[in-house]
């Protein structure tokens, strides 16, 4: 992780740049590889009430970049603040790609039916639907039971779609 420190319209002490490096190593424990945390400390703009503002850039790979910024009369409440803020965002990114990362495994470990096991990609196969003489849905299920297709489109004899499907349990549904 890259740390620079900017101070501008103010002057920075040793005091305060060893502050900001160490509030920075705290975003560290949320393993998110960060690239670089910029923090840029200068005067408010509001000349009437004279202050600090510090302002966190912080790069993440993959993501967008995370800008907090805060002011205060004091420099070390506004970096304390700042810091709980960036914090509170990193938790919530930290948390989002857990919950992505688990779906994903579980998506994986779901249950794959054996004839398609071996498979690599993704493949779209067309196939011919004779929908215009309408069935059974008993008629239906035998079809299926007979061919390797997963499902069957069918109009039943009420003219509406129907679909016939095998379930991961063996059982079949009906739609």
Known sequence: MNVSIVSKKIELTDAMKAHVETVTEQFTKYNLDIIAVKTIISETKNHKKPGVEVEFTIQLPKRDT???????????????????????VLRRTHDKMK?????????????????YSDVDEDEIVP??????????????????????????????????TRVIYRRKDGKFGLY
């Not at 805060?70 to 700042?82: K, M, S």
């Not at 929908?131 to 069918?154: G, R």
């Open 66 to 88: 995370i800008v907090i910024r805060q002011g205060d009369l004091d420099f070390y409440a506004a970096c304390d603040i700042a810091v709980e803020r960036a914090k509170k």
């Open 99 to 115: 919950t992505v990362r688990a779906d994903d495994e579980h998506k994986a470990e779901a249950d794959v039916p054996s004839m």
């Open 127 to 160: 196939a011919d639907l004779e929908l215009h003489k309408p069935i059974e849905p008993q008629e239906a299920l035998d079809d299926l039971k007979t061919s390797n297709a997963m499902f069957k489109v069918f109009k039943d004899i009420d003219g509406n």
